[in-house]
């Protein structure tokens, strides 16, 4: 399951509607700050859980109407809702594949299958009724949503606390709620379940407390009338226990809790959880992570570890990634990733771009010009070399030598051949590139 496609009307700095389009693999988003990068998981955002305009609407069209829509994609899409309570979302299938769902503030109606009309409102979740081609919202579409995949937003300003926290609805606690299943069966935890019935049942803290349920017992009957008080100690679920824990990090010997650390290495972290989560969930619900600027406090080498493993992790999982860092892109493959440049400047959008002008792309010249808009010298020496190689292919047959290739750039119709940067000499004559 995967976002194959999203459309913003109105929405933050993308006034008007705007389309984008997203592969199942890694989509990049790059460009200079205040270009639209992390509006994109915003709008992901306002889809699963906005209910306002507020905050989300383009400036000077507060008039008009805000929204969201994405097309959900999944070639298996027929058998995972085959499961009972999702069966009844047949009907919404498009094209075999595909489902449509928007949140906006434009009120609709639609028609229920008892025939009774209902409004639809910024506060929910529409879905895309082929049949009717109108947006509905059937009983328990969240839970529909929410039972086909998991979203998994890392903002730049991201409090790090999310992600040490031990609470099931929490990433970490899913991790571990799941990875104690088997332990939660074992003798280990039985016995600690008698134990702690022993401690506090009748021969334990609840024999203790004996005399207070009396007196209690007594006073309110006499005000009351007769009533019976116990105290029930029953064995808490094990999740009550997990919530208690802290995450703490060894350096140096010493442990440190990690809400006490550094940003960068909470930042850390929190991305070693996620790529632990995606790796370790193996079940058919598939995880999009949408990371935000991922090369925050991480120097080059952990970037480029931090790639690697993103890179391994979207062959199950779909990954947005928004980065100011043409480190993050050297591990940019052509045939499933997708880039997308955005400017303030028209085009503000480029989609799609394919970063494979060389043999060897992406290089970081390239990724430069095409993604911050910087003519380098490097991205100059790269295209010199491109060049040089398809002339010696095309006119040569052979490899030739810098000087070769001067000579017969010298020869062609409209070269220049002089420049106050490069200079080499030909018969004489200065020649310029």
């Known amino acids: 399951m995967y976002i194959s496609s999203m459309e913003l009307e109105n929405f933050r700095c993308y006034s008007g509607k705007t389309k984008f389009k997203f592969c199942s693999s890694i989509n990049y988003f790059v460009g200079n700050n205040n270009c639209g990068k992390t509006t994109i998981f915003k709008a992901i955002d306002f889809l ?27 070639d298996n899409l027929q058998t995972l809702l085959d499961e009972d309570n999702l069966k009844k979302y047949h009907k919404y299938i498009i094209d075999n594949n595909q ?8 009120n609709t109606f639609w028609t229920d299958s008892k025939g009774k009309q209902k409004n639809l409102t910024i506060k929910n979740i529409g879905i895309y009724n082929p049949k009717t081609k109108k947006f509905e919202n059937p009983t328990g579409i969240d839970k529909m949503i929410s039972a086909l995949f998991d979203v998994e937003i890392v903002y ?45 049942g009748s021969d334990g803290i609840k024999g203790d407390l004996k005399n207070i349920e009396t007196s209690i017992e007594e006073i309110m009957k006499d005000q009351y009338g007769k009533t019976g008080v116990d105290f029930i100690f029953d064995v808490p679920a094990i999740d009550s226990f997990f919530k208690e824990g802290e995450v703490f990090l060894e350096d140096n010997g010493i442990d440190t809790p990690a809400s006490e650390k550094g940003t960068g290495m909470q930042r850390a972290l929190s991305l070693s959880i996620i790529q632990l989560y995606a790796k370790l969930n193996n079940v058919a619900k598939p995880t999009i992570f949408l990371i935000d600027e991922p090369e925050t406090y991480l120097h080059p080498k952990a970037q480029d570890k931090l790639l690697q493993s993103l890179s391994e992790l979207s062959e199950k999982s779909q990954i947005f990634v928004t980065t100011h860092s043409p480190y993050l892109l050297t591990n940019f493959d052509s045939s499933k990733d997708n880039l997308t440049i955005l400017s303030k400047s028209s085009p503000k959008i480029t989609e799609g771009k394919k970063l494979d002008l060389f043999p060897y792309s992406p290089t970081w010249g390239e990724i430069n010009y095409f993604a911050f808009d910087m003519a380098s010298i490097e991205f100059h020496i790269e295209l010199f070399e491109l060049l040089k190689s398809r002339v010696a292919s095309a006119v ?15 020869k062609q119709k409209g070269c220049i051949k002089t420049d106050e940067e490069h200079k080499h000499t030909y018969k004489n004559i200065q020649i310029k590139q």
């Open 156 to 200: 730049s300003d991201i409090d790090n606390d999310e992600y040490q926290d031990f609470r099931k609805t929490k990433l970490l606690g899913k991790l571990i709620s799941d990875y104690t299943q088997k332990f939660q069966k074992s003798d280990t935890w039985k016995n600690f379940e008698e134990a702690y019935n022993k401690a506090f």
């Open 99 to 106: 489902l449509k769902l928007r949140r906006s503030s434009k």
């Open 396 to 410: 040569f047959h052979k490899s030739i030598s810098i000087k070769d290739f001067d000579c017969w750039l010298a």
């Open 48 to 74: 699963i859980s906005g209910n306002s305009i507020e905050g989300w609407i383009s400036k000077n069209h507060e008039k008009e109407n805000v929204s969201v829509t994405i097309i959900l994609r999944d």
